[in-house]
């Protein structure tokens, strides 16, 4: 038994051990890489451009309901009960105009979003891809999820030539 149990042992070890020479390991400052990618900070650019134009919509249209909300309570006391209430639903409505166009501008600014960037996540990928294949590497970590890393395994600057980053 003791005899099986070691040659297990054996076996398992010198297989562990050739199994594992076999693999490379790199990692790479991917957020170093992805921000200095023209494209990403050209999305950056029209995101923020986009975000920007619907920030001012509502803020346009928030003042708007401020003056209208401004000028009822100056002119309230001199009003009669029906414009009155016509008054406060026109400030209602423009309330719900307000936070409905809030949420479609959240949608709006999530969808911008994906279609900005997703072709850059994309074009990092695949240069990420073509540098493991070329130089051998089974898994590339992003450096800042490693607890230590080793130098000579960074693959920073092979993807940021593969972008033509330089």
């Known amino acids: 038994m003791k005899k099986l149990t070691l040659l297990l042992l054996i076996t398992v070890t010198a297989f562990t051990y050739s199994y594992s020479q076999k693999f490379k390991y790199g990692h790479i400052d991917g957020n170093a890489v992805y921000g200095e990618m023209p494209e990403k900070q050209e999305a950056d650019t029209l995101y923020a451009k986009f975000v920007k134009q619907l920030e001012d919509q509502i803020k346009n249209m928030q003042d708007e309901y401020n003056a209208k909300l401004e000028e009822y309570k100056?002119?309230?006391?001199?009003?009669?009960?029906?414009?009155?209430?016509?008054?406060?639903?026109?400030?209602?409505?423009?309330?719900?105009?307000?936070?409905?166009?809030?949420?479609?501008?959240?949608?709006?600014?999530?969808?911008?979003?994906?279609?900005?960037?997703d072709p850059v996540?994309?074009?990092?990928?695949?240069?990420?891809?073509?540098?493991?294949?070329?130089?051998?590497?089974?898994?590339?970590?992003?450096?800042?999820?490693?607890?230590?890393?080793?130098?000579?395994?960074?693959?920073?600057?092979?993807v940021k030539k593969e972008l033509g980053i330089k």
């Open 74 to 117: 100056q002119k309230e006391a001199s009003l009669s009960d029906i414009v009155k209430q016509t008054k406060i639903d026109e400030l209602n409505s423009l309330g719900e105009r307000i936070q409905k166009f809030q949420v479609s501008a959240q949608t709006e600014a999530a969808k911008k979003q994906k279609e900005l960037y």
């Open 121 to 158: 996540r994309e074009k990092f990928g695949n240069a990420l891809k073509k540098v493991a294949e070329k130089y051998g590497y089974r898994f590339i970590i992003d450096k800042n999820a490693l607890l230590y890393y080793n130098d000579a395994d960074d693959v920073t600057d092979l």
